[in-house]
């Protein structure tokens, strides 16, 4: 079963400056438009994110994204998470996608810990009973214990990470979306995070991972995509890639 | 259109513990730490309606009890309408570290925006209990009218605020033109005065939506008939608003997540 068919798909940003936002710019547009010849063509610029991909995943791929900064990593995995559709190109999602590209999205200060599970669970795409029947799970993990009672304000950082990290990770994908690999800052913690997200990481039945470091791409993944300038460069198996990678780069 | 309604606004209406969470925690955020909260909204409008209903009422020669159930009924669905609009047109535009990192529904942002008008107005509308229970101008069988009249606005403030937010989100003047055009409705539309008191000027009744609106809510609750008019006005208005919008939304759903 093919979790994810992408065909030949583009992303591109329009980019608005605030001239080419307003209504007033539009509107003289209209007016223009045969009577003096403008020299745009009143199209907007346009910046290619991801230029023709194609890329298909299936159970028990786990692809890893390389590549320099503005290849288009993120914009793959935003493109498969949903978040953008393409803009030429087609996409088909099968399965429960989870992206965890920014663990602390939506907590909220002046809520208390228990609370910000439920709100970041839903956010995440759990369901209600879901997030209750974790509840615990989560709780004891992080090891907050009475500061869960206690609005995250009066957290420190450590503390407010573990509790990201300890309820992103409770998600049951079948698509995991990754930009770089999520830890914790806090020394005392981290063996236990590494056994969560390799937990993790067996339930997911596909993870894309997009990673600047080499030798997670190697731990993680059996898949690599090297990208450049928002093309597919290179695809194939990790080890294969990335002796190639390596000798360029 | 059956796609965008089946696949993002039905999915997002049932979604309704997180745009719940969402709408409360940001009115939670106004009012953090204040003792008594959102009641604040109830007691400065309180106020409002008492000095108003004074002065005004003395200046239009109507007596308190006629002018004060009057004023205070309109003014609270005023801001209530007022509020859907003007923050619906923030509503992609706030939300946009959402939009831009979670693959949501984004017809959710405005039920979070609707949500949190509501229960503002579910805070203002203990003013409009009292006023009418202290000038009595209610009787049990107009309840279910004005429901009914609610029903039809609140539906009709679902299609303006998503046609609101897309238009933001992608011309930025567009919640500064609305600010004002809502502050010149304000003064227009029957909300300080009764529309009796502008039979020289019915056109501005008669072609302006908001008088339309207040009309089937406010005068069930003063004892008054509706104008058929306004709600035959009223669910046209809703029908074609709806599709309308629903037929934009469709065609730039997709461009939402690139125009944040």
Known sequence: MNYIKINNASVEFPIFDAQNRSIKSEIMKLGKRGIISSDSNGKHVTIKSLDSVSLSLEHGDKLGLIGNNGAGKSTLLKLISGIYEPSKGSITRKGKIVPLLDIALGMDDDSTGYQNIKLRGLLLGMTPAEIDSKRLEIAEFTELEDYLNLPIRTYSMGMRIRLAFAISTAVDPDVLLLDEVIGTGDASFIQKAEKRFNELKDRAKVIVLASHDNAVIRRICNKTAWLEGGKIKMIGETETIMREYEKCC | ?260
Request: aromatic residues 18%.
């Open chain 2, 1 to 260: 259109m059956i796609k965008v309604i089946k696949e993002d606004i039905l999915p997002s209406i049932k979604s309704w513990h997180l745009w719940s969470v969402l709408g409360w925690l940001e009115l939670r955020q106004r009012y953090k730490r204040s003792s008594i909260g959102p009641f604040w909204i109830t007691i400065s409008m309180g106020l409002l309606i008492i000095a108003l209903g004074y002065i005004y009422g003395e200046l239009f020669g109507v007596k308190l009890e006629e002018y004060l159930p009057l004023l205070a009924i309109g003014l609270v669905f005023w801001v209530f309408m007022n509020g859907v609009i003007t923050e619906g047109c923030q509503a992609f535009i706030s939300s946009s570290p959402y939009i831009g990192q979670l693959p949501t529904n984004k017809f959710i942002f405005i039920m979070q925006t609707v949500w949190r008008n509501f229960v503002m107005l579910i805070h203002n509308f203990i003013i409009v209990i009292a006023v009418v229970i202290y000038y009595d101008t209610l009787t049990i069988s107009s309840i279910p009218i004005f429901l009914l009249g609610f029903i039809i606005v609140l539906l009709n403030l679902f299609w303006i605020c998503l046609l609101c937010a897309i238009t933001s989100l992608r011309f930025r003047d567009f919640p500064q033109i609305v600010a004002s055009f809502m502050q010149i409705i304000f003064y227009i539309t029957p909300i300080l005065f009764s529309g009796t008191m502008l039979s020289k000027y019915k056109l501005l009744l008669a072609f302006n939506p908001f008088a339309w609106f207040i009309d089937i809510i406010r005068s069930p609750l003063i004892g008054q008939k509706a104008d058929l008019y306004s709600y035959y006005n009223a669910l046209t208005l809703l029908v074609f608003g709806t599709i309308f919008t629903i037929y934009i939304y469709k065609i730039s759903y997709k461009k939402i997540a690139y125009w944040i």
